[in-house]
Structure formats: C-alpha cells, structure tokens
C-alpha cells in the first residue's frame, strides 16, 4: 500500500520584493504596510507572515484578487522563490534548507505542478511530453512510455499519443498537463490556476477529472484560484488571501457560514448556497423522525428535493457508515439558500 501523501506546513513565510529586503523586513513584521514600503522604499511586499498547515491526502485551495500574493505562495512550495524569511516544510523534509541537487531531487519527485498556460513542449508529441518527467528522472524508455500512456487513458485522451500539442484544443492540452504531472507520481500536486485559460465547459469538465482522480489517488493538492465557485467546488481547506496575509481559513462551509470580516462577506454573498453547503452543516441532534434518511454530505438543495418530494418538513441525516447523526429541518434549509 502506498504511503500517505505528505503534509505541507509554512512558518512565517514572508516575501519581499527588491534590492534589499532583508533590510526591510524587521519593519515589516513591525507592523510596515505594503503601501508605504513601496512608497518609502521601493520594494514590494508579496506575503506577510504566513502561517499554514495543509492537510496531506486533501485539496486545499488558495484564492483571492489579482495581487493577493497566491501565485507568489505556490512558487515558494517547490522553492522556485527564496523566500525572505521563513520555513516551508514537506512531511519532515524543510524545503527552505534543501541544497541544489537535493533540490533537484525534491521537484523531480516530490512535487508536480500543473501550470495555468499548459507549457508543453511543442517540439515533442503528446506522448513524450508525458513522459518527459519521467525521462528526467532516468525512467527506461519502456516503462516511462508505458506509464505516460496509462495516464493519457486516465485523463480521455488515449489515440492522441503522436499528436503534436499544436494541433489539440485547450482542454486537451489541459489534460496533457495533468497526465504529465500524475505521470511524475509525486505525492504532491500544485496547480496554478491551471483552468482559468478554459472556457466554463471545459473548466467544469476538468473540475470533474480532478476530483475523480482525486477520490482515488488522495495526493496533497495545493490549486490556484481566483474563481470562487471553482474554489468551493473543490476545496477540502480554503485559504483566502488579501494583500499577501491570510484573512480566513478553513472549510467552504465554514467560510462561506461565518465569514471573517465585511470584505469577506461581501465575496461569498452570492455564492449558491444550496450548492455548496452541505446536510453535515444544518444537522441538529436529535432522534430518528419518520421521513428520507440523507446522507450528511448531500448539498442542501438535494435535500430540499428530496424532502419536498417526500411530503415532509423533517429528513433524518446519517454519515457515510450509516450512523444517524441527527435530523434535518426543511424549513432551516430553505432559510440558507435564501441568505
């Protein structure tokens, strides 16, 4: 069996910017806005004093505005930024301390990284981009091109291993994207904003691949987004960022129920609710009562059908191993979706 995917923990991961920021940073973690920094010194704040610990097996997904510093946060996972100041940690291996060649070593095998703008190598066809990985990493021939064409049956695109990348459509260089990067089998896959270049079918379809493959492979996820639908469609742990600090953390539901401040109120408003929240989040204890039994992770717009179907104002909620958890009021759920 496998081993679990790994952990990500980062420790006051703070970045500045410019020809000097060592020289800067004591006033940043003083308290030194980004504003006036730039103003004063010419520098540019991108992340301030992060604190994370990110689940491994699980999605989590880091979003906010243009400029909030998420990009930036990926890059410094796989160590592509040095940071000013502070710790990146991979189950037990401190990424910050690494060497070159355990660098080298760490990108090639630890961590994938699914980019937004496909890069694929145009010179090589399908197949060996796939395989490229692989390649790097001393793979046979044989056994990398085997795998690549496990992966690109994995991701729909079997029958297109000698096509040139030129020639396929975006989704499908998307798809050649992720099974290069699951070709690489690294326990940690990062993502940034790796379908915001597809248009919505293609976005949702490829929505759809990941998370089935995730149900199964249960990597360490760490996915770009300024898209807040595509966020709560995903995440297992959410991150919002705003002028490169952390603002709110933890589930969508939880998130999207207690929002930290206005501004994050204001960027969950719209938000489906029936969608995103799910029977586990209006449960309250109490016996069985005559009506469905619905399953705690069910959105609570499938529940409102199945109850109304049902004729009743009460369904029972039980969770995956059938255990009752508690009952669910139609009319609470019905409260929700019009918030």
């Known amino acids: 069996m496998a081993e679990p995917a790994p952990g990500l923990q980062l420790q006051g991961l703070t970045q500045i910017f410019g020809p000097a920021p060592q020289a800067h940073l004591a ?12 103003a004063r010194h010419g520098h540019t704040l991108a992340l301030r004093d992060i604190h994370l610990q990110l689940q491994g097996g699980a999605v989590s997904v880091v979003m906010g505005l243009s400029g909030s510093g ?11 930024i040095e940071p000013t100041a502070g710790r990146v940690l991979c189950g037990e291996v401190d990424v910050t301390a690494l ?8 990108r090639q095998r630890s961590m994938a990284m699914v980019f937004q703008r496909f890069a694929l190598l145009p010179h090589r066809t399908v197949l060996h981009n796939v395989a490229y990985a692989l390649e790097l990493q001393g793979v046979a021939t044989a056994q990398r091109e085997a795998r690549a064409r496990h ?6 695109l079997t029958g297109h291993e000698q096509d040139w990348p030129a020639t396929l459509s975006g ?17 940690v896959l990062l993502m940034d904003e790796a379908f ?56 969508a539901t939880h998130i999207v129920l207690h929002p930290a401040d206005e501004q994050v109120r204001r960027f969950v408003r719209d938000v489906n609710r029936g969608r995103v929240l799910r029977c586990a989040a209006l449960v309250r204890p109490g016996a069985a009562v005559a009506g469905p039994t619905l399953v705690a992770g069910l ?4 529940a409102a059908r199945c109850m109304a179907a ?27 979706m019009a918030a």
């Open 27 to 38: 006033a940043v973690m003083a308290g030194l806005g980004r504003d006036e920094l730039r």
């Open 70 to 80: 998420k990009s930036t946060l990926l890059r410094h996972l796989n160590r592509l």
């Open 99 to 106: 060497d070159a060649p355990a660098l080298r070593a760490f």
């Open 151 to 156: 992966w690109l049956a994995r991701v729909g």
């Open 171 to 187: 989704g499908m260089q998307q798809r050649v994207g992720l099974a290069r990067a699951l070709a690489a089998d690294a326990p």
């Open 196 to 251: 915001s270049a597809l248009d919505p079918l293609h976005r949702v379809d490829m929505q759809d691949l990941l998370l089935d493959l995730q149900r199964e492979l249960r990597k360490t996820v760490v996915f770009i987004t300024h898209d807040l639908d595509e966020a709560l469609r995903l995440a297992d742990h959410l991150v919002i960022l705003r002028d490169g600090a952390v603002v709110q953390q933890g589930s």
């Open 299 to 302: 959105p609570i717009a499938e």
């Open 310 to 336: 049902a004729g009743v104002q009460q369904a029972n909620v039980c969770d995956a191993s059938g255990a009752h958890l508690g009952t669910l009021a139609l009319a609470v759920v019905i409260e929700q």
